[in-house]
């Protein structure tokens, strides 16, 4: 069930991604290709997967008639390599949008130098910094995953509703 949510979860800023950027008014459908930069930390464990899982969101979005070209950067869970793998896919693989990346402070790296001054769309899979809520980013930043403080609410909520949990319980 959780790797169907996920294959969702990375569909979904796909789809946000290649709506926005068809500069023309013709047919969504049209031969005009997006290009999509996609960072992850592909030397990790987590990150093919998710690499893979993109790959399968690509492939519905080309199934359903969306022509899009990916370029990919291993981010190594390093914000600097990060950042410099960012750049690599903006200027040299011609990216007009960055999936990316599986942390939040590589996020807010690649936010600071690379999305943000260059005004790409950046959507993050997986950071979840309330940092990210509060980022100074133009509207150029986006997250498919729910912040922490709202996943900590939601697991007190569930803690004392669903499960009967109070302070008593913290001892």
């Given at each position: 069930m959780y790797k169907?949510?996920?294959?969702?979860?990375?569909?979904?800023?796909?789809?946000?991604?290649?709506s926005g950027c068809n500069d023309s008014n013709d047919d969504v459908h049209a031969e005009s290709s997006v290009?999509?930069?996609l960072i992850f930390p592909?030397?990790?464990?987590?990150?093919?997967?998710?690499?893979?899982?993109?790959?399968?969101?690509?492939?519905?979005?080309?199934?359903?008639?969306?022509?899009i070209k990916t370029v990919v950067e291993?981010?190594?869970?390093?914000?600097?390599l990060a950042v410099e793998a960012a750049r690599r896919l903006v200027e040299v693989g011609g990216a007009k949008v960055l999936i990316g990346a599986s942390s939040s402070s590589v996020?807010?790296?690649?936010?600071?130098?690379?999305s943000v001054p260059n005004q790409i769309p950046q959507i993050s899979y997986a950071s979840t910094s309330l940092e990210i809520t509060e980022l100074n980013d133009d509207d150029f930043v986006?997250?498919?995953?729910?912040?922490?403080?709202?996943?900590?609410?939601?697991?007190?909520?569930?803690?004392k509703e669903i499960k009967g949990y109070d302070n008593r319980h913290l001892s």
């Open positions: 169907s949510f996920f294959h969702v979860c990375l569909l979904l800023p796909f789809c946000l991604a290649i290009t999509i930069g592909l030397s990790a464990p987590k990150g093919k997967p998710r690499h893979h899982a993109a790959l399968l969101a690509v492939q519905h979005l080309t199934e359903a008639g969306y022509s291993d981010s190594k869970l390093d914000r600097f996020t807010m790296e690649i936010a600071d130098w690379v986006f997250r498919t995953a729910p912040s922490d403080k709202l996943q900590g609410a939601v697991l007190a909520y569930l803690a």
